[in-house]
């Protein structure tokens, strides 16, 4: 049953190519918003925490900081919205998913940056 889903998944749902990215990452992602009849681009830009899941289910949560206050968001990988990814930084982390980040503040909420 398992097996018959998956094919399922692989078949009919339309994958984009996005870069690929972890956590640590900074990342911005562009995002259609539709309000009434209008459609506009917005953006969100911020370091990724973690991925979470596989295959059509698969998820990433990104934070940033606006003013003093935290910010998170979880998208959905296939979300039709989804314009781009782009990878700004490349950091160096040692885990998968860096909650700890989120108790963070000033110098010590830096990361690493991989040169490439």
């Not at 910010?71 to 950091?91: C, H, S, T, W, Y």
């Amino acid at each position: 049953m398992e097996s018959l889903i998956k094919f399922v998944q692989d078949e009919f749902v339309t994958r984009k190519d996005f870069p690929e990215f972890s956590a640590g990452d900074t990342i911005t992602v562009y995002y259609e918003i539709r309000e009434g009849e209008k459609v506009r681009t917005q953006f969100f830009r911020g370091v990724v925490l973690q991925r979470k899941g596989t295959g059509t289910s698969e998820t990433f949560t990104i934070r940033k900081m606006s003013g003093t206050i935290g910010v998170e968001r979880i998208f959905p990988v296939n979300l039709p919205a989804l314009q781009k990814i782009e990878v700004n930084k490349k950091g160096k982390v040692r885990r998968a998913r860096i909650y700890y980040f989120r108790g963070l503040t000033g110098k010590k909420a830096r990361i690493k940056e991989v040169r490439r």
